[in-house]
């Protein structure tokens, strides 16, 4: 859909860059002012980001307390969408028996609209694709089309864009159903008008989720095609998908954050769902969860091998930027074409597996009115479904990562273990899954039920496995916990969020795979573009390497930068504990850090300053009672390029 973009570049000094990356990130403004740059003046009437707030930060408004699951019209119909084919495709979902198993979002995406009535700023529906929206007095409302999708007891979904004009407008290249009229008629998306559309997606027409796309906000420049043929009005680019330096993150933010506001006002029931569209760029995948119910963290998915891959790795690392109410969204699934259609059930499979491991939102994207009945089964793998939708939601762990095999390990709400092992390559393979990677005793029985044959198998140690090339094998597993008496944190990033994940430069994350895209392979080829490198991580360093703290190795822990702070839900727990210290990957290795443990906003631990080298120290404390735990790592004199640090073997115990 969108050809390469061609963008301007807009000088932009580092210490420019830097400034702004803090103050999208509150929490490090400070920081980084101290480090590196004379303080403005906002900075010294920040409050310290490291303090502990008590609270839960990451977002829980909205309706999403799973992952969100439905229909969306875009990769089944494109712009060519309207009333007949949406109704037919829920009918579908119906009739079939998927909404019954939590299928219930439908979204109407791009294409829908007519133009932007002037003088007053209503949107106006293209009626012709749209026959029920037609009121006697012209102004439209999709309120029918709602009430219908209601009482077949679906939600309603829209989309728009942050800025003036939506993705369609400016990459479609037949122009089919573009809005019409003036440069003005054409401004179609929320910016400007944020309140008065959200008020009449919600209040008026009865949407229950809007997705909210960025084209609008990239591209616009007075030099570009676009603007020099007087189409649409020039913008300064916010976001520049190829590079951060040219993305002004804190403005980009704060357009959204005013969505989120405009909607928490037209929903005071909050049954809503807000979904961002950013495809991975301005940082979005360290901000989103605290912001909106589902985000982007990379662009388009296509019916591709590699492009699955793409989209499968932006989120795969980011268990812990997930959590009920905020999740990754990888994009919607594309089973049902190209490499994951009726002949590729063994991707199609894979494909939806995955999505389920990663508690991903679940979109349909296909013309159900063609679906053969072993692509309707794949949808409606009821186990597979209650995977992705565990009420516990976290996202799973990769408990073995290289690029041609990884076996992710997703713990559930009851307490057992969900693993995939994921065959990356077009070829055969081998592998070998043992209890450790599950966290359970090799020394007991563990039972494994295949989740698409429904076949139980046991064993003890470890189990060999033959994979079909593309194949992901997933079960549930059940066995003896090696931790009997508690949970790790890393077992459970549904309750752990990086409020502060102490990164002060956001830098591009290398781990992605790589596929052609866009522009096929013209230029230079497909660089590394997402923000999100040296985040927090389960069971790894913030840069994916082995824990590891004065030379002794941690295969369970979270792995985090100085100068951050960690919340943690706990439910009932009296204890925590955790072996602390600097990783033995740190470069700067400059600062000591002390580690300070916080029981609902008071001290309750508290490290020496532990330097570089040193072995781990650990850190225990009684946290009966106590709703929120914070874990904060700190150092003196913050750098620009804190060190990775280790909260090894943290865990909640009864
Ligand atoms: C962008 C989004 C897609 C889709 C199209 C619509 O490419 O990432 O998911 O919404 O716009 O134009």
């Given amino acids: 859909m969108h050809p390469r973009r061609h963008l301007s570049i807009r000088p932009a000094k580092l210490c420019v860059a830097l400034l702004r990356a803090a103050a999208a990130r509150p929490a490090v403004a400070v920081l980084l002012a101290a480090a590196t740059i004379a303080q403005p003046a906002w900075a010294n009437t920040a409050p310290d980001p490291l303090a502990p707030t008590g609270r839960w930060d990451a977002y829980t408004r909205g309706d999403a307390a799973t992952p969100p699951m439905g229909w969306n019209s875009w990769?089944?119909?494109?712009?060519?969408?309207?009333?007949?084919?949406?109704?037919?495709?829920?009918?579908?979902?119906?009739?079939?028996?998927l909404q019954a198993k939590g299928y219930r979002y439908i979204d109407l995406d791009d294409g829908w609209w007519l133009k932007r009535r002037q003088p007053d700023?209503?949107?106006?529906?293209?009626?012709?694709?749209?026959?029920?929206?037609?009121?006697?007095?012209?102004?439209?409302?999709?309120?029918?089309?709602?009430?219908?999708?209601?009482?077949?007891?679906?939600?309603?979904?829209?989309?728009?864009?942050?800025?003036?004009?939506?993705?369609?407008?400016?990459?479609?290249?037949?122009?089919?159903?573009?809005?019409?009229?003036?440069?003005?008629?054409?401004?179609?998306?929320?910016?400007?008008?944020?309140?008065?559309?959200?008020?009449?997606?919600?209040?008026?027409?009865?949407?229950?989720?809007?997705?909210?796309?960025?084209?609008?906000?990239?591209?616009?420049?007075?030099?570009?095609?676009?603007?020099?043929?007087?189409?649409?009005?020039?913008?300064?680019?916010?976001?520049?998908?190829?590079?951060?330096?040219?993305?002004?993150?804190?403005?980009?933010?704060?357009?959204?954050?005013?969505?989120?506001?405009?909607?928490?006002?037209?929903?005071?029931?909050?049954?809503?769902?807000?979904?961002?569209?950013?495809?991975?760029?301005?940082?979005?995948?360290?901000?989103?969860?605290?912001?909106?119910?589902?985000?982007?963290?990379?662009?388009?998915i296509a019916p591709t091998w590699g492009?699955?891959?793409?989209?499968?790795?932006?989120?795969?690392?980011?268990?812990?930027?997930?959590?009920?109410?905020?999740?990754?969204?990888?994009?919607?699934?594309?089973?049902?074409?190209?490499?994951?259609?009726?002949?590729?059930?063994?991707?199609?499979?894979?494909?939806?597996?995955?999505w389920a491991m990663l508690s991903a939102p679940l979109m349909i994207g296909y013309d159900l009115r063609r679906a053969p009945q072993p692509l309707l089964d794949v949808f409606g793998n009821g186990a597979i479904i209650a995977l992705d939708q565990d009420p516990a939601g976290n996202q799973a762990v990769l408990a073995f990562d290289s690029d041609d095999l990884q076996i992710l390990v997703k713990t559930l709400a009851n307490g057992d273990k969900a693993v995939a092992i994921f065959n990356r390559t077009s070829a055969p393979l081998k592998a070998s899954l043992t209890a450790e990677q599950l966290k359970l005793r090799p020394d007991a029985d563990v039972r494994l039920t295949d989740l698409w044959s429904g076949r139980?198998?046991?064993?003890?140690?470890?189990?060999?496995?033959?994979?079909?090339?593309?194949?992901?094998?997933?079960?549930?597993?059940?066995?003896?916990?090696?931790?009997?008496?508690?949970?790790?944190?890393?077992?459970?990033?549904?309750?752990?969020?990086?409020?502060?994940?102490?990164?002060?430069?956001?830098?591009?994350?290398?781990?992605?795979?790589?596929?052609?895209?866009?522009?096929?392979?013209?230029?230079?080829?497909?660089?590394?573009?997402?923000?999100?490198?040296?985040?927090?991580?389960?069971?790894?360093?913030p840069y994916g390497?082995?824990?590891?703290?004065?030379?002794?190795?941690?295969?369970?822990?979270?792995?985090?930068?100085?100068?951050?702070?960690?919340?943690?839900?706990?439910?009932?727990?009296?204890?925590?504990?955790?072996?602390?210290?600097?990783?033995?990957?740190?470069?700067?290795?400059?600062?000591p850090v002390t580690f300070l443990v916080y029981a609902d906003g008071k001290l309750i631990a508290k490290s020496r300053p532990m330097r570089f080298g040193e072995a781990p120290e650990r850190l225990a404390a009684d946290v009966q009672g106590a709703k929120l735990i914070e874990l904060v790592a700190r150092t003196p004199d913050p750098r620009r390029f804190p060190d990775p640090v280790a909260w090894g073997e943290a865990m909640l115990t009864r």
């Fill in 456 to 541: 139980a198998t046991t064993f003890r140690g470890e189990q060999a496995f033959d994979l079909a090339p593309r194949e992901t094998l997933v079960f549930t597993a059940h066995g003896t916990r090696r931790l009997a008496d508690g949970v790790y944190l890393s077992e459970q990033p549904g309750i752990v969020n990086p409020a502060v994940d102490g990164v002060v430069v956001p830098e591009v994350d290398p781990t992605i795979y790589r596929p052609i895209f866009w522009a096929g392979t013209h230029g230079t080829g497909e660089h590394p573009r997402y923000g999100g490198w040296g985040g927090a991580a389960a069971d790894q360093t």
């Fill in 75 to 97: 990769n089944a119909f494109g712009s060519g969408i309207g009333e007949e084919k949406l109704l037919a495709s829920a009918e579908i979902i119906r009739s079939s028996g």
């Fill in 121 to 300: 700023g209503r949107i106006l529906i293209r009626t012709a694709n749209f026959p029920s929206a037609a009121t006697a007095d012209g102004s439209t409302s999709f309120r029918p089309l709602t009430d219908r999708l209601h009482a077949m007891g679906f939600k309603a979904g829209i989309y728009s864009d942050i800025g003036r004009n939506t993705c369609a407008e400016l990459y479609s290249t037949d122009g089919l159903n573009q809005p019409e009229g003036t440069v003005a008629e054409r401004e179609v998306g929320l910016y400007g008008h944020v309140d008065q559309d959200i008020a009449l997606y919600f209040a008026e027409w009865g949407f229950d989720l809007i997705k909210v796309d960025a084209c609008g906000i990239r591209g616009l420049t007075p030099a570009s095609p676009w603007v020099k043929s007087g189409k649409f009005r020039a913008m300064p680019p916010l976001v520049d998908s190829d590079s951060l330096g040219r993305t002004d993150i804190p403005a980009v933010h704060a357009l959204y954050a005013e969505v989120g506001r405009a909607l928490e006002k037209h929903n005071p029931d909050g049954d809503f769902v807000y979904s961002l569209c950013l495809w991975g760029a301005a940082d979005v995948r360290a901000w989103a969860k605290d912001l909106g119910n589902m985000s982007r963290t990379s662009d388009d």
């Fill in 307 to 354: 492009r699955m891959l793409h989209s499968f790795d932006s989120a795969v690392r980011r268990p812990l930027y997930a959590h009920p109410g905020s999740w990754n969204d990888p994009d919607m699934l594309y089973i049902g074409a190209g490499d994951f259609d009726a002949d590729h059930l063994v991707a199609a499979k894979s494909h939806f597996s995955l």
């Fill in 545 to 591: 390497k082995t824990i590891a703290v004065g030379g002794r190795n941690f295969d369970t822990g979270i792995g985090i930068l100085a100068d951050s702070r960690l919340e943690v839900r706990n439910r009932g727990y009296a204890r925590f504990s955790a072996l602390v210290g600097i990783d033995d990957s740190a470069r700067d290795r400059s600062q």
